[in-house]
């Protein structure tokens, strides 16, 4: 482990630079590397300008990871294996906020709860670690169900190992995975009409769109939660 | 071309336990560059020479020749130090179960102790880097040999699994060695460039490494030269030493239980009895039984027949250890045992053809009339691919302009949360380099300093991860609680080490931090490590390769001369005697010359002169000892703990 100076480390929270700082050609395909002359730029912008995308949440995944192998090849520290310092620095740099910006925006789900924290959502944590209880209560319409689960959940950590009790706690768990793929179902809905808000700025659409947004993403927490705990606790994943 | 850039050349070099290599790309092929000996293995042993008669410090012999002083000199010999790699002390008191070494005395103990281990060899103490900066060195040297010109660029080889203490090892000890190191790669990475590179390759790959004391396996996506990882797990301390291992147990158990001898109060003859198990596991590769005959002090004879089959049955439970990472691997790469298109074969290990069976079995390779790939050599295989990564990173080949590696960090980043959890900031599995930012404030009106520790690994407590260090951020401006706002940013780079930076952002101030790694040396201590200040002086080079071919020429001759005391060469012929003298002759009069070269071919060729006699040294100590009748001295300097596989055995057995 080492420790570097922090006035190097970009914010990913600053804004994009629109031109070259050498050419001042203006930066299309991304914030990290013009096009026009080849140079790579002080890393500096959000995960979208990274791609060259305006923000929105539906993605063409395949054009996302033509455009990651693409700046991978441009931007990675091994393309400035014998470079300048000041080159080594920002291809590090840039790099990581590449890798960063793709893991994010490639999975759904992470790139959604990305999208509206950008717009102000509030959106509970992730579950992280044992102690860290989730916030969130149960949906009202899974109440009795998770009362249930609890019990035999219990039940499991006491030593009862009941045959039966695992097959119920095994469906219980089939049935949560359905729902939260309903779930998902639903967010895709909500992502056009965000997607078609932000468009023709249509602000009322996309911010009814953003509060049912948070919601089901909280939704989905709490069932993702569930199922993790079933099969930590069954012990088959 | 690379190899006439003016930066001059870079190597590619795999560190391992057992043996080390280094390899270099010759126009669009990566070879292996052998060692004077014209061997392509280094054995990773060190061997610190006799003390010199007018008292200056003792030199350092490497690889086979210091395999010889293991037998005279086992105090001042180590090998296998990859393992005692970024370990703490407590960690390197654990390895002593697994090999013989020892610990300087004076190492300090402690719940606070970030005491770098050390070895003590002779009268002198080493840090683990400090040693592998000799194995490292003598690749070097074997590399400036072969280019006649100086080598200071380098890749060197981990395995994937190494955590970031692990990795910072190494690299100080490729800077001790007067190495650039200009990236780490993982093993298994590695060896899939080796193998993807003469084909434009596409798809789903895994690649198997089971070496002798760990075990790695990685998923790979394959695309347009773009070799993205996608997933890999392991165990560091799983491979073929745990079956010598069993099989030494089971004897010595065995031994007792029928003879009444209790092998184990002879450390030697602990030693002798795994050197026949490593035998007998290698002769189980390719025969259906292999057989124990010896004798014992009492004047029994210890013998045992192993049919293959049983000897499956008894390693079944360590080669099934490799399943669960390789099912975790899958999972978290999200691809099923049908879509992974190719296996590929790495390690000594997987040449045993219960672990070929086992990756069958697991990748669902007969049913789909596939077989694992084992085409490249598996000693090698890392070694040639990390030398196509140095062509990348030296740039400009055409061979390699196309290729790009995107590795992953295996281990997910944490920081202790209240109450001892872990709040997980970088998943394993993520590309590298990876970063996370992180804000921190105070508790208290006026705090001035907060304490971050920064742990790896899965487990949900911080105490079960591994520590990497503790850092306070100083000087935060005085505050109501909860008022600052401190954000701190880690970053995994692209060698899988982390970097730490923090600044204050309310008063935006930068916060001073001191990051106290938990284990692991300072800049200053690996600069007062370096081996040698005059290694970067190419005006000198020519001079020292000849200082070199005369310290070697020293070496043998030393040996040479002290041979005559050994009981092994009374059974030598006259003929090789005479032989070993017209050698030795030759050489102590070309070595005052200039010719490095005829300095070497001279040394080489007393090396070959006394070949059968160190075998025969070696099978005398090792009779002597299951007799329990000498090397009582050498017993006692090595501890009755059991030991790990004698590093010739690949020399004996084959």
Not at chain 2, 233 to 246: A, E, K, M, S, Y
Not at chain 2, 606 to 611: H, N, Y
């Amino acid at each position: 482990m080492t420790m570097s100076n922090a006035a190097n480390i970009p914010q990913s929270a600053t804004a994009a630079a629109t031109v070259c700082w050498s050419c001042s050609a203006s930066l299309k395909e991304s914030a990290l590397f013009c096009e026009q002359c080849g140079k790579i730029q002080p890393p500096s912008g959000g995960y979208f300008s990274v791609f060259g995308l305006e923000p929105r949440l539906n993605l063409d995944l395949g054009m996302l990871e033509h455009q990651f192998h693409k700046l991978s090849r441009k931007l990675h520290p091994d393309r400035f294996g014998r470079a300048s310092e000041q080159e080594k620095e920002w291809s590090l740099a840039s790099s990581s906020l590449l890798n960063d910006a793709y893991r994010t925006l490639k999975d759904p789900i992470s790139r959604t709860r990305h999208l509206l924290r950008m717009h102000g959502a509030e959106i509970g944590e992730e579950f992280a670690g044992k102690d860290k209880k989730d916030p969130s209560r149960a949906p009202a319409d899974l109440l009795e169900e998770v009362f249930e689960l609890n019990m035999q959940l219990e039940e499991l950590r006491m030593g009862d190992e009941d045959a039966g009790l695992k097959q119920s706690l095994s469906e219980a768990r089939k049935k949560f995975v359905a729902l939260q793929d309903e779930v998902d179902d639903q967010l895709r809905a909500e992502w056009a009409k965000w997607d078609e808000g932000a468009e023709f700025g249509n602000d009322a659409a996309r911010e009814a769109a953003q509060k049912t947004m948070v919601a089901l993403l909280d939704r989905r927490r709490y069932l993702s939660n569930l199922v993790r705990e079933v099969t930590e606790t069954l012990g088959d994943s | 071309m690379a190899a006439n850039n003016e930066n001059g050349r870079v190597v590619g070099i795999d560190l391992g336990t057992t043996n080390s290599l280094v390899a270099y790309m010759e126009g669009s092929t990566p070879v292996v560059i052998p060692g004077v000996d014209g061997s392509n293995l280094v054995p990773s042993v060190v061997a610190l020479d006799p003390v010199q008669a007018d008292g200056g410090r003792p030199t350092v012999t490497v690889g086979n020749s210091a395999r010889q002083a293991l037998i005279e000199t086992p105090e001042r010999v180590i090998y296998s130090v990859k393992r005692l790699m970024g370990r703490s002390l407590a960690e390197a008191r654990n390895e002593q179960k697994f090999f013989a070494f020892r610990i300087a005395e004076d190492s300090e103990e402690g719940p606070d102790s970030n005491e770098v281990p050390r070895v003590q060899l002779g009268e002198l103490r080493f840090t683990p880097p400090e040693i592998s900066a000799y194995v490292l060195r003598q690749l070097k040297r074997n590399a400036e040999r072969f280019f006649g010109a100086p080598v200071t660029q380098a890749v060197i080889t981990v395995p994937a699994y190494f955590n970031d203490a692990q990795r910072q090892a190494t690299k100080d000890a490729g800077r001790m060695a007067g190495l650039d190191v200009l990236r780490l790669v993982n093993e298994p990475t590695a060896a899939a460039l080796a193998y993807g590179l003469d084909r434009a390759k596409e798809g789903t790959i895994a690649v198997y490494d089971l070496g002798g004391g760990t075990f790695d396996i990685s998923i790979l996506k394959l695309r347009d030269g773009i070799f993205e990882v996608r997933s890999t797990n392991g165990d560091t301390h799983l491979g073929g030493d745990d079956i010598d291992n069993l099989l030494l147990t089971i004897a010595l158990d065995e031994i007792f239980a029928e003879h009444g001898v209790d092998l184990r109060q002879h450390p030697s003859a602990v030693q002798a009895m795994r050197k026949a198990a490593i035998d007998a596991k290698i002769q189980l590769s390719y025969q259906p039984a292999a057989s124990f005959d010896i004798e014992l002090p009492n004047g029994d004879r210890y013998q045992r027949e192993i049919p293959r089959e049983v000897y499956e049955d008894l390693i079944q439970p360590i080669l099934e250890r490799t399943a669960g990472p390789c099912k975790q691997a899958m999972l978290d790469a999200g691809v099923l045992p049908e879509q992974i298109d190719e296996v590929v074969l790495v390690g000594g290990s997987t040449r045993i053809p219960a672990v070929q069976q086992l990756v069958e079995n697991l990748f669902h390779l007969s049913a789909r009339g596939k077989k694992p790939h084992t085409e490249l050599n598996p000693d090698e295989v890392v070694a040639l691919g990390a030398a196509v990564q140095a062509d990348i990173l030296a740039g400009s080949s055409k061979a390699t302009e196309e290729l790009l590696l995107l590795d992953v960090t295996p281990l997910s980043l944490g920081i202790e949360a209240l109450g001892g959890t872990v709040a997980k900031i970088i998943q394993r599995n993520s590309t590298i380099p990876a970063s996370a930012t992180e804000h921190f404030t105070t508790g208290v009106d006026g705090q001035a300093n907060v304490a971050i520790h920064v742990v790896q690994g899965e487990r949900e407590l911080a105490a079960d991860c591994r520590s990497l260090a503790r850092f306070d951020l100083k000087g935060i401006p005085p505050m109501s609680a909860g008022l600052p706002r401190i954000e701190v940013k880690f970053l995994i780079d692209a060698d899988g080490i982390l970097q730490v930076s923090a600044r204050e952002q309310r008063s935006g101030k930068q916060a001073q931090i001191e990051v106290k790694p938990t284990y692991g040396l300072t800049d200053e201590q690996v600069e007062n490590m370096i081996l040698d200040s005059f290694d970067h002086a190419e005006e000198d080079f020519s001079k020292r390769l000849l200082i070199e071919a005369r310290n070697e020429a020293d070496t043998i001759l030393s040996a040479v001369e002290r041979a005559p005391r050994n009981p092994a060469w009374a059974q030598l012929t006259a003929e090789e005697k005479e032989n070993i003298e017209t050698a030795q002759t030759y050489l102590v009069s070309i070595k005052a010359g200039e010719d490095q070269n005829a300095i070497r071919e001279a040394t080489v060729a007393l090396d070959q002169a006394t070949r059968r006699f160190a075998e025969l040294m070696m099978e005398a100590a090792v009779s002597t000892a299951i007799r329990g009748k000498t090397m009582e001295t050498a017993g006692e300097e090595m501890g009755d703990e059991i030991q790990a596989p004698h590093p010739m055995a690949r020399a004996e057995f084959k």
